[in-house]
């Protein structure tokens, strides 16, 4: 029998302040120790935290039927609509089938160039910031350059379409589905017994209103044959032309990549800034690594799997910043994990962020090491104790995309430059994703 622990009653008040000011710590502290199952929450309103790998591979993998993602992103409804990373079990599939496609390896040396073109528009950013003395947000700078690239290689390949009002209004939308305010609207919720209470508010309205403006944009181009898409937008009009989908649907779509498709990556970029700033023994390490094949230039598509340091950098960083800091299932039917009963409906919350810190399964968890990737060259690796693109059926759909995009990134960047952060740490902040507290405000040098 797995040993459960109940979190509520006073217990769950001492750590409350925790859980809404720095969900993921406060978890990691109170998952600590011989506890493989923690209930948490009072009376009926409560879900159940899992701990352990085995815990994981059952629900994602082994009888994942019975546990599917559910309305545990109600809150994105407004923005996403029926896309692919909110949708139900039955939608999900169907789309997953048809989206598939469109983020296969194949067409990674077509999306190389353009990678490699906003990289250089990015170095020379940092070129002007090293010469003048200017200490760029990194925050916001390498989400911008995610965004770029995203934009570039899903819908359109030009190098104006995104503009910057649109990235700060998906700031805006991030930071009201923080777990702060996410907790609020459900108390609320409960407290006036209606679905609506405590929504979003006017100020993220507009918000919401250009992000649907610009996906019918894009898609319009599209359809009417104004612009030339790239595979993920063409894959939306084929199948709007033929009668598979609406074209809601579609926009739907465009809009999930809008919203999801270049935080993670972007979010991942500002943790590897950070990372590179502090650990200058592996920091030099790498940079000598991707000298020697490249000898300052950027990296050749064909060169990124030669270079082990970087990869084995970024999963590092990946291990103790997993973007994707959580997330839920819910059981359809009443079920078992290794002996614990699970009762139909009960929610069940997962994190990688706290799996990686588990002093049980990673030594010295705390410690920034890459030679814990040491031998694995398999850019993503399935296993159930390392989990920054989730796992099973649902695993992240551009998980290779988005390593790839980082490999090239770092690769270039990394050879030139380096970075000083004046802070220890810049905090965590939770949402959907973990992020800075405090902005990375950086000096950049000369490497």
């Given amino acids: 029998m797995n040993k459960l622990q109940n979190v509520n009653g006073l217990k ?15 978890l990691t502290s109170i998952s600590s120790g011989e506890k493989d199952i923690l209930r948490v929450g009072f009376n009926k309103d409560y879900f159940l935290f899992l701990t352990r790998p085995e815990h994981y591979k059952y629900v994602l993998k082994t009888n994942s039927p019975n546990f599917p993602r559910g309305k545990s992103a109600g809150d994105l409804k407004p923005i996403l609509g029926n896309g692919i990373f909110i949708s139900g079990e039955d939608d999900w599939k169907r789309q997953r089938h048809y989206l598939a496609p469109a983020f296969h390896t194949k067409f990674f040396e077509e999306f190389y160039p353009i990678v490699l073109e906003e990289t250089g528009l990015f170095i020379g950013m940092l070129e002007n910031a090293a010469s003048k003395g200017i200490r760029p947000n990194f925050s916001f700078e390498l989400k911008k350059l995610a965004a770029r690239i995203s934009f570039r290689t899903m819908f359109v390949n030009e190098k104006d379409l995104l503009k910057d009002e649109l990235l700060h209004a998906l700031d805006m939308i991030y930071e009201n589905a923080s777990f702060y305010k996410h907790s609020m609207r459900q108390a609320f919720r409960l407290l006036f017994k209606r679905e609506d209470a405590f929504g979003y508010g006017s100020k993220v309205k ?25 595979e993920f937008v063409t894959v939306l009009t084929e199948e709007v032309n033929g009668g598979r989908i609406e074209k809601q649907e579609a926009v739907d779509e465009i809009k999930n990549i809008i919203f999801a498709g270049y935080d993670t990556v972007g979010e991942t970029l500002t943790w590897l ?7 200058k023994k592996y920091r030099q390490i ?9 000898g300052g230039d950027p990296p050749k598509y064909e060169q990124l799997q030669e270079m082990n340091m970087l990869l084995m950098f970024i999963k590092e960083t990946m291990r103790l910043y997993p973007v994707v800091w959580a997330f839920h299932r819910i059981a359809r039917e009443n079920d078992e994990i290794e002996g614990y009963p699970v009762k139909k409906n009960e929610w069940i919350m997962m994190s990688p962020y706290v799996l990686h810190r588990n002093r049980d399964l990673w030594n010295e968890p705390l410690v920034f090491n890459p030679y814990r990737f040491e031998g694995d060259s398999n850019t993503v690796p399935v296993r159930y104790d390392y989990l920054p693109f989730g796992q099973g059926p649902h695993v992240c759909l551009g998980n290779r995309l988005g390593m790839f995009e980082l490999q090239v990134i770092i690769g270039a960047i990394v050879q030139k ?4 952060y004046e802070r220890e740490h810049p905090g965590i902040f939770a949402d959907i994703l973990i992020r800075q507290k405090n902005k990375l405000f950086m000096d950049v040098v000369k490497g």
């Avoid at 409350?16 to 406060?26: E, I, V, Y």
């Avoid at 790498?286 to 490249?294: A, D, M, T």
């Fill in 12 to 26: 769950l008040l001492m750590n409350l302040p925790g859980l809404l000011k720095n969900a993921p710590d406060t």
């Fill in 206 to 230: 507009p918000a919401f209103e250009l992000i649907d403006k610009t996906a019918w944009a894009i898609f319009e181009d599209s359809l009417t044959g104004r612009k030339q898409p790239m």
């Fill in 273 to 279: 800034w950070f990372t590179l700033s502090k650990e």
């Fill in 286 to 294: 790498l940079r000598e690594e991707v000298y020697s094949k490249c």
């Fill in 417 to 420: 430059y380096d970075f000083v």
